[in-house]
């Protein structure tokens, strides 16, 4: 519908949507309006756990509890960051398969390959078109197949804020609930930002990712022995968690002890008394081997370590580190005796500490893993800790820009030192966690940090010695663009001990963990827009008009009414608030429909937008107009056009740039037809501005949105 400029005057933007007639397209990005985090800890995800396959093609998902995503208010932000509190129309969600890999599982040094990852890491966002019972309807169809069939396939939906903008002041965090904190779900924080994100203050998914192995406290089993796999507990510590799964999962394939590392997690420390292996996530699948990377910053260490035979000083691998040593009750001296030798004494200082986990395979953009957790430390004196967890994962989406001087981080944990005698053996650290920053804009300002932790310290002060636990593996970053920011994803530190019998070579058996991966994509991807209409209608047009005394006509045009009950007209003087200005009863007649309603005067700018309501109160909002008071251009879309109408007849030029600033179209209007179309179908989806000018100076300018 086109509007005459011989009886109105009117600028409106239509700011997020498309016109496709006869079925109207919106994707509600930005629906939840700003948020400002003021304080630490805020959480704005919201998390469920799948409950049934879903095959690629089809366009539901089955949920645990729909109710675990509703999101009432939050402390520490400024507004509720969800504009409804139950999951609906228009929300945007992530749906990622978290474990669920087969691994190798034989007592052998190929425990814990992975044969399979049966879409393990596998993630997609998808918009909501209807919520019934616990299941969620998709317009768009699913891309990747999700099953549960097998008890270690699990598999979440994380509810993600569709803000305008985030703002996290300095001193204040956002955060997520850690993985399996209640039931297989959590350890990932997700947000959308369609304007600008300010970080000062940090994200901080530390920690929060794959949990390490859980001393058990019990070591009877015979010395002597190196198992990758076992089903005592007497024979060892507990593996760190992985995509293979975690300790009952274990049991069934073939034990949940000893020194294996099940893909990413951490292997646990031999008995007696050996060190946990560290977590893994990012880095080189075919440069593992398990063993970690040797401290060579001490006098001699590279002596000590080559003891074990041939160069291992020089070793090198990709993923988590490697625990300490066994038991050793002598100082015969670690440059000159090597582990293993009888002595020792004890358990003969023997090279049986936890592999460090395995570094995962990534396709940036598709997939995302969790940390790993690192191996638990053999223990029999109640003097060892846990295994440390993993970090979890960070994915921003966002259509403007993303700046601060903060953090966005997604460490893993370093593990724990021994306790009271401490005369047994700590934990691995955990793997680093991911961060995918999907960015449009710039990225200017944030450090990103996905870094191993440290393996666990063991504090003995006497000549008995236990290992030190292995370093974490570095995690995963991936950003859109080349920004010049820093980027940390380093592998963490293996620990050490105080033992008096090893002052000339601290670490004692226990290596770091390898550097983790990076990657620069040049390409941003948008969130899907919604390619149905929830609603029976359809909406042909939505349009403004402005008289020169600056009351302004709305008039709106739909087809194939069928159980609609009210058209809720809005109003806002931000396009973040909006109130109700009247309800305008549906007419329910199949054929096309003509309403409108008069605002009044306005003396100042307004956005307008159409809250369509069903007889069961389910709805869909229409497009958004701003309307200006004395003025009189017309921008909108239609199709793969750019539609300008009503320019100033000196208009000589068009111009469209794209949000950095970069000129991406340009097009000569000639003086007699004030109006141009400029063909936009090559131009990715995202934000552009629109100027025009008389060929010396600007005569005009609007800013759009392609979807």
Known sequence: MFMSAKTFSLTFFILTCLFISPIFLFSQAGKDGAAIISTTGVIFNRYSAVTASAVAGTNTITVNNISDLAASKIAGASNNPYATSALGYGDLIMIIKMQGATIDITNTTSYGTISAYNNAGKFELQVVKGVTGNVITFCNNLANTYNISATTERVQVVRIPR?????????SSLTASAWASSGYTGGIVAVEVTGNASIAGSINADGIGFRGGVVDNLTTGPPGVSNYV??????????????????????????????????????????????????ANGGVPASWNGMGNPDNSGTNYSTAWDLEGGSFHSNTSSGGGRGGYSYGANSPGPITTAPGNTAWGGDNRRNIGGLGGRPLSY???????????GGAGDANNNAAQNGANGGGIIYLLVTGNLSG???????????????????DAPGGGGGGGAIHLNVQGSITGVTLNANGGAGGNQLITSAESEGPGGGGGGGFVAVTGTPSITVNVAGGANGTTTSTSQTAFKPNGATKGGAGTS????????????????????????????????????????ENESNMKD???????????????????????GNTQNYSFDV????????????????????????????????????????????????PTQTKEVRIYNILGILVRSQAIGNQTNSAQIDISNLPKGMYYAIWDNGSSRTGSARFTRL
């Open 163 to 171: 803000l305008n903008s985030l703002t996290i002041n300095s001193g």
């Open 230 to 279: 076992n089903t005592s507990a007497s024979d060892g510590g507990e593996k760190g968690e992985g995509i293979a799964g975690f300790e009952a999962d274990y049991d069934a394939l073939n034990g949940r002890y000893d020194r294996g590392a099940p893909a990413n997690g951490g292997g646990g420390g031999v008995a007696h008394n050996s060190a946990g292996g560290g977590g």
């Open 363 to 373: 396709t940036v953009g598709s997939t995302l893993f969790l940390g790993g957790g």
């Open 405 to 423: 001087a903060g953090t966005i981080t997604a460490n893993g944990a370093t593990a724990g030192n021994t306790i009271s005698g401490n005369n």
């Open 519 to 558: 990657s620069n994509s040049n390409t941003f991807v948008a969130a899907p827009a919604l390619s149905c209409f929830a609603l029976p209608l359809s909406l042909i047009s939505f349009d403004a008009q402005l008289s020169g005394q600056g009351d302004v006509k709305l008039l709106w045009v739909t």
């Open 567 to 589: 058209f809720d007209v809005l109003e806002s003087n931000d396009a973040t608030n909006w109130q109700s200005a009247a309800m305008v009863a549906a007419t329910n007649n």
């Open 600 to 647: 009044g005067t306005i003396s100042q700018k307004t956005w307008f937008r159409l809250k369509m309501l069903n007889l069961d109160d389910t709805y869909v909002y229409s497009n958004i107009l701003f309307v200006q008071p004395n003025s009189r251009e017309i921008i909108y879309l239609n199709g793969n056009s750019l539609w300008l109408k009503n320019l």
